[in-house]
């Protein structure tokens, strides 16, 4: 499975020269003293094509001239009264406000603009179908389910130790002993005693 290619090149102004016009329209209003604002908001608003970028154009160029008025009525000579340094300090932070907004406007329009290229290219992955979690079949309403025994498995009781056997005579020294008694009963009975007199039939003899 190939993904996908690179994106076709297109036809885009170099990066040195759209550096170039981006500092010449953000230095205007600050090198004119305000007075040409209004140059460098209608470029921000033929380049983004935003309503509001338009309405910010038409509100500078007719504060650019409201300043322009109050500084002609000054009756002043030289131009020091209230009237003129109003309108030459509104001129100044017009054209201040004017080329800090352009930098950050234009800035953020070419970055949407790469990223919407770049979203064009590359569509989005369809998603996974939702599969719900699977449930254990309950019982049948109104059939009930035969029980079923539970097996439990017996535990082993440990048996008790029992007395190991007393020590076992040899056979053979039972059986020379049971001789051994034969033998002295019979001598036992063979032997006559000293006290007893002898039998009838002996002393006749003699």
Request: with cysteine.
């Amino acid at each position: 499975m190939h993904g996908p290619g690179l994106p076709p090149q297109q036809p885009q102004p170099s990066s040195g020269g759209a550096v170039a016009l981006r500092v010449l329209f953000a230095l205007l209003p600050v090198l004119s003293c305000g007075f040409l604002g209004w140059a460098t908001m209608l470029r921000l608003a033929v380049v983004t094509r935003k309503s509001a970028d338009w309405i910010l154009l038409a509100v500078n160029f007719g504060l650019t001239v409201g300043w322009l008025a109050l500084i002609g009525a000054d009756p002043t000579p030289n131009t020091d009264g209230w009237q003129g340094n109003t309108g030459a300090f509104g001129t100044i932070l017009t054209g201040v406000a004017t080329c800090i907004y352009f930098l950050v406007a234009d800035i953020r329009h070419h970055e949407a603009k790469a990223a919407a290229r770049s979203a064009a290219w590359y569509p989005p992955q369809p998603a996974a179908p939702y599969v719900p979690p699977q449930q254990a079949a309950g019982p049948a309403y109104g059939y009930p389910q035969p029980h079923q025994p539970v097996h439990h498995t017996p535990t082993p009781v440990p048996r008790p130790a029992q007395p190991g056997p007393g020590p076992v005579t040899p056979p053979r020294i039972g059986q020379v002993r049971a001789e051994l008694d034969e033998l002295s009963e019979l001598l036992r009975k063979e032997t006559p005693h000293p006290n007893q007199p002898p039998a009838d039939g002996e002393g006749t003899g003699r």
